[in-house]
């Protein structure tokens, strides 16, 4: 009965965590932008993770004309966008980060 309450206890621990929060990926966002992506990090996972959120929310509202970025741009800088965005606002690190990664490359690059 004991290994019930525990487990339990441990389920719903789990459950308190926002995987899908700021402050749960931007480790990642770090990690990647560093140029840690070639040395196994415990944050590997979250640095794919990351740039493949960034990538996804930028080319969704590319096609839906919310995001107007310059040709030239590349992932790696609209990031550093989404990551100074971010960090510039540490009161919203529960929030999900493809929203923030949304207004962050929203207000950078505004469709005219």
């Known amino acids: 009965m004991a290994w019930l309450m525990l487990e339990a206890g441990a ?4 459950s308190q965590l926002d995987y899908a ?3 749960i990926i931007m480790p990642g966002c770090e990690a990647f932008l560093a140029e840690r ?3 196994p990090t ?3 996972f979250l640095q794919g ?3 493949g959120q960034v990538a996804g929310v930028w080319d969704a509202a590319a096609t839906l ?3 107007c970025a310059p040709d030239d741009n590349i992932l790696n800088q609209g990031m550093r966008i989404v990551v100074q965005f971010i960090n510039a606002r540490p009161a919203r690190m529960r929030e999900r980060f493809t929203d923030l990664a ?3 490359l929203m207000r ?3 469709c005219k």
């Open 21 to 23: 929060s700021a402050g």
């Open 42 to 44: 415990p944050q590997m």
């Open 11 to 14: 389920a719903g621990a789990h």
């Open 108 to 110: 950078a690059w505004p």
């Open 37 to 39: 992506y070639d040395e």
């Open 102 to 104: 949304l207004e962050g």
């Open 65 to 67: 004309h919310t995001v």
């Open 49 to 51: 993770v990351c740039a």
